[in-house]
Each structure stands twice: as C-alpha cells, then as structure tokens.
C-alpha cells in the first residue's frame, strides 16, 4: 500500500518556497484517485464518474502559488476517504440532510458505492492512517508553518457543489456560500472582507447557510493562537457542464477572477491585522 502512496501521492501542495500571504488554501475534495489494492472495490461507474468530486476546484485555485500562498489538495477521492468528516464518524449536521460519512458507502445521490459488502472496520482504520491522517497532518503543520512566519494564519477551504442537491434542500443553492459557523472560526475582520467582496460581485451568496463550514473549517481554528478557518462553496455550474462535467474555461476565468480578488482582499487583511 505504501507504494502505491508514492504512485498516487495523497496530496500535493504547491507555494510553500515562494509564501507572500499568511494563506493555506485547501481542497480535500478535488481528488480522483482510487488505490489498486482498494478493498472492497468501489462500483466502475463511480471510479470513471466520481460525481460527488469537487470538480476542478484545484485548477481554479491554481493561480494561488504565483500569487503567493500556500494550495494543498487531494488526489484521493472522497469516496476512498472523505477528508472533510470527522474521525470517529459523527456528522456535521443534524437538520435531517443526507449526509456522506468518513467512508461514504452512497453518494449524495443515495446510490450505493459498493457492489457487496461495505469497508471493514480494519479497512477504515487503514484508510485513515494511509490518508486521511496525512492530508490533516500537512494542513495542520503547514498553518502552524505560516503562523510562526507571518503571527497569523489563514485556511481558507475551497470547495464546490452541484446547484441542486435535493437529498440535502429541495431549494437550489446560490452562487457561493460563506461558512465558519456563524463566525466562529474566524474574526469580524476576516468575516467582513468577505461579505463586502460577496456584497460587491454581483453573485448570489448566502451566509452560513446551508453550510456552515466542514471538519476542517471546524477544527483547524485556534482563535487564541491567530490561527483562523473560513469555506467558501461554490455552485459548480459557474464554472463547469454539470451534465457532462467539461470544464468550460470562459466561464471559469470570470470566477477565478473573483477568487483571486477575494484572496488578495484576505491577505492584505491579515497584513494588516499583523502590522497593528
């Protein structure tokens, strides 16, 4: 298995030689890759067609080097692994909403990822050691990293999702949602650049709902050490076919257009809040 690590390496991270902004940004759901030795094996269909992937949200976030912070992502699928759960499998929600657990066993869909039987329990636990340990592990490292550099920290996590949802609302979701559980992961400071840029964009946004931020929004935050979390969502069809899943680059030059101004907006932020 640890080889086939080294071949499909758990994450890549990108920016950390040339660091400007006191910024990680994360995207533990953009992976699409599945280990040989997987077992039990999940169906063909879902490996060819992952659709619960956070599509290409590590290409729209790729300008993050040159402009420099710090971008870590996924090559693992969340159907291997879901990065973003908690540990010991407790939900993040408990509105009534179907939810993906750390080893998801049916899409957002409700299908089943597996032929037969589910992943055993030593199965879970080795998929744990094996990446989801790792991926938590780098991010952690890597804003204790930044903050010892800069005396604050940002993660900012980026992620994606199909405009509708129905096993999570009947009603469509917006343009982009702003989660840190009703701005507890972060400071007012940090909360008010991004509304105003939201405010400012001309996209539909909503404030922490119906998202309030993942695992790693949740529990990467330490306040009193100026290490602090925001999500941003992002309703995939900004930027891609969500039928056919083709990347629709005009499109998506507008949003990523947007996602740089944000960024810069938070750094700068957050240079700020350091000078004072």
């Known amino acids: 298995m640890l080889s086939d690590i080294k071949k499909i390496s758990v994450y890549s ?13 994360s995207s533990p759901h953009s992976g699409r890759e599945f280990p040989k030795d997987l077992s039990p094996v999940v169906k063909q269909k879902f490996k060819n067609l992952p659709e619960d992937t956070d599509w290409y949200v590590d290409d729209l976030y790729d300008f993050s080097q040159e402009m420099g912070f710090v971008h870590v992502y996924s090559n693992i699928s969340r159907y291997v692994i879901d990065l973003n759960r908690d540990v010991n499998g407790l939900g993040l929600y408990s509105d009534g909403r179907q939810e993906t657990g750390l080893v998801p066993l049916r899409s957002f869909s409700g299908e089943n990822l597996y032929e037969s039987e589910p ?19 780098m991010v ?14 940002l993660l900012f ?3 994606s999702i199909k405009r509708n949802v129905k096993t999570i609302r009947e009603q469509s979701f917006p343009d ?11 400071p007012k400071a940090i909360t008010g650049v991004l509304e105003e840029q939201l405010r400012a964009s001309g996209y539909e946004w909503s404030d922490n709902d119906p998202f309030r931020g993942g695992f790693l929004t949740r529990t990467m935050a330490e306040l009193d050490s100026h290490i602090y979390t925001v999500q941003l969502e ?38 700020k809040m350091v000078r004072k």
């Open 13 to 25: 991270v990108k920016g950390k030689d040339s660091i400007k902004y006191p910024i990680l940004v």
């Open 119 to 137: 992943p055993s329990s030593q199965e879970i636990k080795k998929r744990i050691e094996e990446y989801y340990l790792p991926y938590h592990n």
């Open 140 to 153: 952690k490292n890597t804003l204790f990293e930044i903050k010892n550099q800069f005396g604050v920290a």
């Open 157 to 159: 996590e980026a992620h």
């Open 176 to 186: 982009f949602i702003l989660g840190n559980q009703g701005g507890k992961t972060c």
């Open 234 to 271: 992002m309703s995939q069809d900004l930027y891609m076919n969500e039928v056919d899943y083709n990347y629709l680059p005009e499109k998506a030059e507008q949003v990523q257009k947007f996602l740089k101004s944000i960024l810069q907006a938070l750094g700068n932020e957050l240079l």
